[in-house]
C-alpha cells in the first residue's frame, strides 16, 4: 500500500559541468518517492518562462502531476550555478529571487496536507516569507512532519531552523549541519549523544546524521543505529542527500528500523553519487528493490 505523501519547497535547475539538470530538495525527494512506488505530490512555485515550461514538463514525463506548482508571472525559476571543483564538497550560488520564493497557501495545497499521511519540507525554501508562512501552515495539518536542514550559505536563518524543528517528527542532516546545530542549540559533542539530545529537546521521534562515504547515524524511538556506508567513486553528491531521505521515509512508511533501514537509505544516496545529476534513472521500484541496485556505473 503506498502512502500519500506531500513535498513542498523549491524546484530549480542545477547547473552542473554536464548541463543543465532538474532539481531542488523536495523536487528530488519526491521523484525518488515516486520511482519506489510512493503516492506522492509535489508542491512548488515555477517562473512563466522557458525553464519553468521544461521543468513541468519535465515532472509530466516522470509521472508527477503538476497541479500543486505555481506559476509565477514576475519572478524567473529558480536556478543554481554549481561548483564541483571539490567534488565531494560542492558549492552553490543560488540566485535570488526566484519563484519558489513565492509559494502560495492555495486551498489545493492545504487540501493535500490534510489529507497525505506526511509531509517534506526543508529550510531552504524558508529564505523567503511568503514561501515559508505557507510550510509553517501546512506544518500545522495532522501528519508527520519531516524536515531536512538542508543549510545552504548565506541562507541560514537560526530562527527558521529552530522552529522548523519545533514541528519536526523526523530530522534528516548532514555532518556539517549536525555541527551547525550543536553550535546553536548546545547539545553534546558526540553524533550519537547529539541526536537523541536533538529528539529530546525537539521531541522528535526520529534524527538522522548522513556523513557521505561514512554513512549514516539514526536516533529512532530511544535506539542508536550506525551504519557504516558504501565506497563508490563519487561522480558529483548533488542529490544525494535527497535520494537517502527518500528512501529513509519510504523505509520508515514501510516499517523498516535500525541498520535495515540505514542501509537502505546508504544504498539509493551511494547510487546518486556515483553518477551525474541527482536523478539518475534506477530499477528499484520498491523500498526493498534498492538492495539490488548496482552502485558502480
Not at 505555481?70 to 519563484?99: M, N
Request: glycine share 10%; proline share 5%.
Amino acid at each position: 500500500m503506498s502512502d500519500k505523501i506531500l513535498c513542498v519547497g523549491e524546484i530549480l535547475w542545477d547547473a552542473l559541468p554536464e548541463g543543465l539538470f532538474l532539481g531542488g530538495a523536495p523536487f528530488n525527494v519526491a521523484c525518488h518517492l515516486q520511482a519506489l512506488g510512493q503516492e506522492v505530490a509535489c508542491g512548488s512555485r515555477v517562473g512563466d518562462d522557458r525553464l519553468g515550461q521544461e521543468a513541468l514538463r519535465r515532472m509530466r514525463a516522470r509521472g508527477l502531476s503538476t497541479d500543486l506548482v505555481q506559476v509565477d508571472h514576475s519572478r524567473p525559476t529558480g536556478f543554481v550555478q554549481v561548483d564541483l571543483e571539490a567534488p565531494e564538497e560542492p558549492s552553490y550560488e543560488i540566485l535570488k529571487p526566484a519563484a519558489w520564493d513565492a509559494i502560495t497557501l492555495t486551498d489545493s495545497l492545504q487540501r493535500h496536507a490534510e489529507q497525505a499521511d506526511a509531509l517534506v519540507y526543508g529550510s531552504l525554501a524558508q529564505r523567503a516569507l511568503p514561501s515559508r508562512g505557507t510550510i509553517e501552515r501546512l506544518c500545522a495539518a495532522d501528519l508527520l512532519r519531516v524536515f531536512d536542514v538542508n543549510l545552504r550559505p548565506p541562507f541560514v536563518d537560526r530562527t527558521v531552523v529552530t522552529r522548523s524543528l519545533e514541528a519536526a517528527d523526523v530530522v534528516k542532516c548532514n555532518a556539517d549541519e549536525l555541527q551547525r546545530l550543536q553550535d546553536w542549540f548546545d547539545v553534546p559533542a558526540t553524533a550519537e549523544d547529539a541526536l537523541g539530545t536533538l529528539a529530546a529537546t525537539f521531541e522528535c521521534s526520529c534524527v538522522c546524521v548522513t556523513a557521505g562515504h561514512d554513512g549514516a547515524g539514526l536516533w529512532m524511538d530511544g535506539d542508536v543505529s550506525r551504519h557504516s556506508g558504501y565506497a563508490v567513486d563519487v561522480d558529483d553528491p548533488v542529490g544525494a542527500g535527497d535520494a537517502f531521505l527518500a528512501a529513509l521515509l519510504a523505509g520508515l512508511l514501510g516499517g523498516w528500523s535500525g541498520t535495515d533501514l540505514l542501509g537502505l537509505a546508504n544504498r539509493l544516496g551511494a547510487y546518486v553519487a556515483a553518477r551525474p545529476g541527482a536523478l539518475p534513472a534506477h530499477s528499484a521500484d520498491t523500498v526493498a528493490g534498492i538492495s539490488a541496485l548496482c552502485l558502480s556505473p
